[in-house]
């Protein structure tokens, strides 16, 4: 199946301080789907980004996909203790996403105040 | 409330036990999904189902087996044949034309 690789594994920051992680994929990815895992929580649906080149933003959260569908990357500007967590990302099978998604081993976010 | 429940929260094991971990939805979803977790992995996949009475294996199934009698429940059981089973457990659920996994809050097995 596909799979797709995460980095950084680790980031730690300082409050105040932007944070992005990335997504790579040696194949075209149909879909890219970002999640977030606070400590000792399950893993949250943040979005979705199915098209070449879109950008989504969530207040301080820009998700981008790259044109070749390859990669993608989320950005959180001006990081806050409530950021603390793994994101994951993580993409749909060729059964059209009900066969399961495959994950990244995910970003953990560390914020220093 | 809708949502996924999965219970119980907390489990231990001994060695040569099977376990079954509970997985409930009301979300009138009809996939289902197992996943695993372990500090540095990543969520893996050991199954999944698109439809009651149906399931098909994931990247990680050896050791573990599944049923889907009712849409709203897929229980898991992890055998005696499960080398190292002490994990953090995820059900999800999704509709089948989307792709968007929904999680419960996971059940954390330790063998002793």
């Known amino acids: 199946g596909q799979q797709v690789m995460q980095i950084p594994q680790y980031q730690h920051v300082q409050e105040g301080e932007d944070f992005t992680t990335y997504c790579n994929s040696s194949?075209?990815?149909?879909?890219i789907q970002w999640y977030k895992q606070r400590p000792g929580g399950h893993p949250v649906f943040l979005i979705q980004?199915?098209?070449?080149?879109e950008v989504k933003k969530q207040k301080r959260l820009t998700f981008q996909f790259g044109e070749a569908k390859k990669n993608s990357s989320l950005h959180i500007t001006a990081t806050q203790t409530t950021d603390v967590g793994t994101y994951f990302c993580?993409?749909?099978?060729?059964?059209?996403?009900?066969?399961?998604?495959?994950f990244g081993k995910g970003t953990h976010l560390i914020i220093q105040p | 409330d809708g949502g996924i429940t999965q219970s119980p929260k907390y489990l231990f094991r001994k060695e040569g036990q099977n376990v079954t971990l509970s997985c409930e939805q009301n979300?009138?979803?009809?996939?289902m999904y197992w996943y695993r977790q372990d500090p540095g992995q990543g969520l893996r996949l050991i199954y999944y189902?698109?439809?009651?009475?149906?399931?098909q294996k994931g990247d990680i199934a050896e050791g573990y087996s599944v049923s889907r009698e009712k849409k709203e429940s897929f229980p898991l059981t992890v055998t005696s044949a499960q080398k190292n089973p002490t994990a953090f457990y995820l059900c999800?659920?999704?509709?089948?034309?989307?792709?968007?996994?929904?999680f419960g809050e996971g059940s954390w097995l330790t063998v002793v």
């Open positions: 999800a659920s999704s509709v089948v034309s989307g792709n968007t996994i929904y």
């Open positions: 194949t075209t990815l149909s879909n």
């Open positions: 980004l199915v098209k070449s080149g």
């Open positions: 993580a993409t749909g099978g060729s059964g059209g996403g009900a066969d399961g998604l495959t």
């Open positions: 979300l009138n979803h009809d996939a």
């Open positions: 189902s698109q439809i009651v009475n149906d399931f």
